[in-house]
């Protein structure tokens, strides 16, 4: 491949190639970085990652300008793409910076599960309470197929719904009024 273009050429090459994987690597942490925030929003210790949600949305905002450039340079049809001018280390700068970001954030996720202990009692409970509502459903249809074969025995044996006894006064109250 150097061999193929000049000694200038090449090197112009590779740099933008290198700045633009530099980019697309920031970029991506920066996306993973909102990703674990938002969900570490929704777990128990919500509150503590709001404000690294906010940071990483930020540094993410910031992230994508470099490939928004790029991009819109490439569709104007310019071809030559350059992330900086002064072709320094200004684009590994972030990159370092969100490394230690989300360093950062996985530390303080580690941290928060070892100083916040789970809330035992509270679990316990919630346990309980499906169990007991299962439980509770069981022997109520338990009760309910009792009450049916009963019902169902009752009609067998007298042919109505009510107790023997019943039928046979009913009918001698009516035999006394008749």
Not at 42 to 57: D, E
Request: net charge positive; proline share 3%.
């Amino acid at each position: 491949m150097f061999f193929l273009f000049p000694n200038n050429l090449a090197n112009v090459i590779i740099y933008t190639m290198t700045m633009l994987l530099i980019a697309l690597f920031t970029t991506l942490l920066c996306f993973l970085s909102s990703a674990a925030t938002l969900r570490f929003i929704l777990s128990r210790q919500g509150w503590f990652w709001v404000l690294p949600f906010v940071i990483s949305l930020f540094f993410l905002y910031i992230s994508i300008s470099p490939l928004y450039n790029i991009s819109t340079q490439m569709v104007l049809g310019t071809y030559q793409v350059e992330i900086s001018g002064d072709r320094s280390v200004r684009e590994i700068i972030p990159l370092i910076i969100i490394i230690l970001w989300y360093t950062m954030i996985i530390t303080f996720r580690y941290a928060l599960k070892r100083v916040v202990p789970d809330n035992r009692h509270l679990i316990n409970t919630e346990k309980n309470l499906v169990e007991a509502r299962y439980l509770e459903h069981i022997e109520h249809e338990k009760y309910q197929n009792r009450l049916k074969k009963e019902a169902k025995r009752i009609i067998d044996e007298s042919g109505t719904l009510y107790p023997f006894k019943w039928v046979t006064l009913f009918d001698e109250i009516v035999r006394e009024k008749s």
